[in-house]
């Protein structure tokens, strides 16, 4: 098969040294991209600029994302191309910087103009959130044919929850199986797909499992 495979963070800067990111290492992503490899698959591995994992990159292309902008133009660029499958393990920042507020007085805010170092004498900063565009949701209409699964990263509520979350993730953006874990999940990963569902012990049962199903 001839696969892409994501993996780690995207970043989001609020100027030119300071950024928001999450927790991902890119590891899973990374392993997978390995074993598929190693199992003579074709692999694309797009890792984020961030991500922490110092373990060898196998791939026959690996590529480097900064932001979510960044990840979602490389993937589709790839449309129009001979793709298998995709899978969409990185963690992708849920939200990205919108308007800086300094507090001019107690209350009362104003906004700043752009700066690629936002002064540390401003003061109090109200900064807004704005939700950066969901990949998952486009890659079905860049990718008509190929097999894509996505993950779902749940750390609230119970097992129940990460799986109704995986099902929900497949329906609404027309993915073939979702991979759920994280704290809500346990120990372990879930391997969903419509009508069905597994649970895996461990990542190298789950890179086993994902490519016997596709």
Not at 66 to 93: E, M, N, P, R
Not at 95 to 109: D, R, S, V
Not at 166 to 187: H, M, S
Not at 189 to 202: Q, S, T, V
């Amino acid at each position: 098969m001839n696969c892409i495979v994501t993996a780690g963070p995207t970043f989001e800067p609020l100027d030119d040294v300071r950024r928001l990111t999450n927790f991902s290492t890119g590891r899973l992503g990374t392993e997978l991209a390995n074993y598929l490899t190693a199992r003579g698959h074709k692999v694309t591995l797009l890792i984020g600029e961030s991500a922490t994992y110092a373990g060898a990159r196998k791939a026959k292309s690996v590529k480097v994302f900064s932001t979510t902008a960044d990840l979602q133009a490389q993937l589709k660029a790839f449309s129009g191309k001979k793709v298998d499958a995709i899978f969409h393990a990185a963690a992708v920042s849920d939200f990205t910087f919108g308007k800086i507020f300094a507090e001019e007085k107690p209350g009362e805010f104003s906004a700043l103009k752009a700066s690629k170092k936002i002064s540390t004498r401003q003061g109090s900063l109200l900064v807004e959130l704005v939700p950066t565009p969901k990949i998952i949701s486009k890659l079905r209409g860049w990718f008509p044919k190929t097999s894509i699964v996505g993950w779902k990263f749940e750390a609230d509520g119970k097992r129940t929850n990460a799986i109704g979350a995986a099902q929900r993730q497949i329906v609404d953006c027309d993915t073939d199986a979702c991979v759920a874990n994280g704290p809500a999940y346990g120990k372990g990963f879930g391997l969903i797909w419509p009508g069905g569902r597994a649970h895996l012990a461990d990542a190298r049962k789950l890179f086993a499992d994902l490519e016997q199903a596709l």
